[in-house]
Each structure stands twice: as C-alpha cells, then as structure tokens.
C-alpha cells in the first residue's frame, strides 16, 4: 500500500483541480450541470483514482486505477478543448492548464510502465520460484 501524498502526479493532478475550480467560476451559470460539472469531475477524478489505487493491495489493482486516471485524463483534455472553443477560457489559462493536463498524461504513463514492469519482475520471479 503506497501514500498517494507521495506521489508527484497527485500534487500536479490536485493542484490541476484546484486551479480549474477556480476557473471554471466565470462559466456562463447554466452550464452548472453542464461542461463546468462535467470538466470539474473529469480532473477530481484523476487524484481519486491515484488515490484509491494506492490504497489496494496489489500493483495489479495500482495499475487498474491508473489506466482509469489516464481515461479521466484525456476526458479532461477533451473538456478543455471545448470551454476553449466555447470561449469559456481565456487563451492564456488554456495554454497553461492543458501544458499541465500533458505533463500529468506522460507521469500517468511513466507509472504504469514502471508498476507494469515490477509486475513483469514478480511474474518472472514466480514462475522459477
């Protein structure tokens, strides 16, 4: 069982989640249930799902939350793209969050390969055992 905390991923993806909170605060008011709940659940759900497979047993469960991380992730860029289309965010807060939803994509995928490599080791491991 590992300490989400101490992951780097969980700081950038919360800190992501805080900051489009923030400013997903300015959307129009009837896009509360819309694209502004929407884009606020897909990049929660990111930190969440680090969280809860931190707290399983086994890296193969590890493993399983962060391909989920992953898929909430290119939601995510998907929402952002269209508040940015929408006019819903500014140029420059596009730029800027979407640099952080790619460096948070490429630590999703550099974790899984490396806990699908440990998995690899511990299979090898149990087959000459």
């Given at each position: 069982?590992?300490n989400?905390?101490?992951?780097?991923v969980?700081?950038?993806?919360?800190?992501?989640?805080?900051?489009?909170?923030?400013?997903?605060?300015t959307?129009?008011r009837?896009e509360?249930?819309?694209?502004?709940?929407?884009?606020?659940?897909?990049?929660?759900?990111?930190?969440?799902?680090l969280?809860?497979?931190?707290g399983?047993?086994?890296?193969?469960?590890?493993?399983?939350?962060v391909?989920?991380?992953?898929g909430?992730?290119?939601?995510?860029?998907?929402?952002?793209?269209?508040?940015?289309?929408?006019?819903?965010?500014?140029?420059?807060?596009?730029?800027?969050?979407?640099?952080?939803l790619?460096?948070?994509?490429?630590?999703?995928?550099?974790?899984?390969?490396?806990?699908?490599?440990e998995?690899?080791v511990?299979a090898?491991?149990?087959?000459k055992?």
């Amino acid at each position: 069982m590992r300490n989400y905390r101490d992951l780097q991923v969980w700081s950038k993806s919360y800190a992501l989640s805080l900051e489009l909170y923030r400013l997903s605060r300015t959307f129009p008011r009837e896009e509360i249930y819309g694209i502004t709940s929407q884009m606020r659940r897909a990049a929660v759900s990111i930190g969440a799902n680090l969280g809860e497979g931190c707290g399983r047993r086994t890296n193969a469960e590890m493993a399983r939350f962060v391909r989920i991380a992953m898929g909430s992730a290119s939601e995510l860029d998907h929402h952002l793209l269209l508040c940015k289309d929408l006019g819903f965010l500014q140029d420059e807060d596009d730029k800027r969050e979407s640099r952080q939803l790619i460096e948070i994509r490429k630590m999703l995928g550099a974790l899984l390969e490396g806990i699908e490599n440990e998995l690899g080791v511990q299979a090898k491991a149990a087959a000459k055992g």
